[in-house]
């Protein structure tokens, strides 16, 4: 039977989290990105050599790259597009020309996953990313001011949030604004007037303009990656569903088949995060797996836990909604199809035992994702003893 490819994601030479650990976590692919070039920038052959070397010195691959971001005038098809367009496909074609086919990008208007505290403590004293809609009300109506905001919460959210406003400090609600626009490390944040300025230019694009947007990028790029051989791996929106009313189209099933389909080729795929998908109440994320999984290139595999309401902490890889052995299993099934193993990474982990005192990524911290990752193979271990 075959076995996934346990990969881990690594920020680059200033990740607190060292290629030597990834090692000692068993891990043999890295996930990657060049984080350093500004966005919409080609990725040169010496650059991602570079990088490569870096990676195979301490004996480990670079499985796949997480992300090679998608500018903004492209998401919104703005007028200089098609150059950016063209420095993608470069990109593209630079990667594979050093061996590396599966690229991972999402197409979530101006932010990367949102969150509204990254500390959430759990009762063993962990801490977890957690995200809150009374929250993010908060920041919707009173911080980020959008026009209407309010009507797009239930009138308890709108007082809960207005109360919060009024009773937290100017310090906390910076912190709050803070989180809500961080994006990925090392990466520049976004500014709360970029966000304001995007709020109009969405509005105008719409739910089907973001679609045709996509897929009109996947067509443009797609002789380039069936050329190369390169696997576009889309990232579902985080969390699942339209916030700060910018429209999201990878959300659900409805949406990614829409995507496939609407551009059928064995290059354009998915990452498949549970993690994103399970914090969707209506989405039953083994339905999707089982609709889509032919075409999943990299999987995320990771838990949440919600409430009534649809806040959600990011549990314990095993814990939490998502029925993790079912979908290994899905997935185990799927990867005995394939000539090159399904790469899968523990995407996020508590911040747990030692790394409480240290400075670490959000979500990124070793100890967590170590355990996750453990706990992920001894699941596949496991299916695959029994089947
Ligand atoms: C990641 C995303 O940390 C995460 O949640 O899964 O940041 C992911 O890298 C991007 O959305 C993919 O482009
Ligand atoms: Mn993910």
């Given at each position: 039977m075959k076995k996934f490819e346990q990969t881990w994601r690594w920020y680059g030479?200033?990740?607190?989290?060292s290629l030597q650990d990834i090692r000692q976590a068993g891990a043999t692919g890295v996930v990657t990105a060049l984080?350093?070039?500004?966005?919409?920038?080609v990725w040169t052959v010496a650059d991602i050599l570079d990088r490569k070397r870096i990676v195979e010195e301490s004996?480990?691959?670079?499985?796949?790259?997480?992300?090679?971001p998608v500018h903004e005038v492209i998401k919104t098809r703005g007028s200089e597009a098609k150059r950016y367009i063209e420095n993608y496909k470069q990109t593209l074609e630079n990667l594979a020309s050093c061996g590396i086919y599966i690229v991972t990008y999402n197409f979530m208007p101006v932010l990367d996953w949102t969150r509204t505290m990254l500390d959430k403590e759990m009762e063993n004293g962990a801490k977890a990313l957690y995200f809150d809609w009374v929250d993010l009300a908060l920041f919707d109506i009173?911080?980020?001011?959008?026009?209407?905001?309010?009507?797009?919460?239930s009138e308890e959210i709108v007082t809960a949030a207005k109360k919060g406003f009024e009773q937290r400090s100017e310090e906390d609600l910076a912190a709050l604004t803070h989180v809500i626009l961080m994006?990925?490390?090392?990466e520049k944040d976004i500014s709360l007037a970029d966000l304001q300025n995007s709020l109009d230019v969405y509005s105008n694009i719409g739910l089907d303009g973001l679609l045709s947007n996509l897929l009109w990028f996947l067509g443009e790029i797609q002789e380039v990656c069936e050329a190369n051989g390169v696997q576009m791996a889309l990232h579902p929106d985080d969390p699942p569903y339209p916030i700060l009313g910018l429209p999201r189209i990878a959300s659900n099933k409805e949406d990614y088949l829409k995507v496939i389909n609407g551009v059928?080729?064995?290059?354009?795929?998915?990452?498949?995060c549970s993690g994103s998908l399970g914090a969707?109440?209506?989405?039953?994320v083994l339905d999707i797996a089982r609709a889509v999984k032919h075409r999943v290139h990299f999987a995320h595999f990771r838990n949440v836990k919600k409430d009534h309401i649809g806040n959600f902490y990011e549990a314990d890889h095993l814990d939490g909604d998502v029925d993790m052995p079912s979908l290994l299993r899905i997935f185990v099934e799927e990867n005995q199809n394939r000539t090159r193993p399904i790469p899968f990474r523990p995407d996020h982990g508590h911040q747990m035992l030692?790394?409480?005192?240290k400075v670490t990524n959000p979500g990124y911290s070793a100890i967590g994702r170590l355990r996750g990752l453990a706990e992920l193979r001894g699941v596949e271990q496991g299916l695959i003893a029994l089947m």
């Open positions: 030479p200033d990740d607190p989290v984080h350093h070039v500004p966005h919409g920038e004996g480990l691959s670079w499985s796949v790259v997480e992300s090679v009173y911080i980020l001011k959008r026009k209407g905001a309010d009507k797009d919460y994006g990925i490390p090392s059928d080729s064995p290059f354009n795929g998915i990452c498949f969707g109440a209506a989405n039953d030692d790394d409480l005192h």
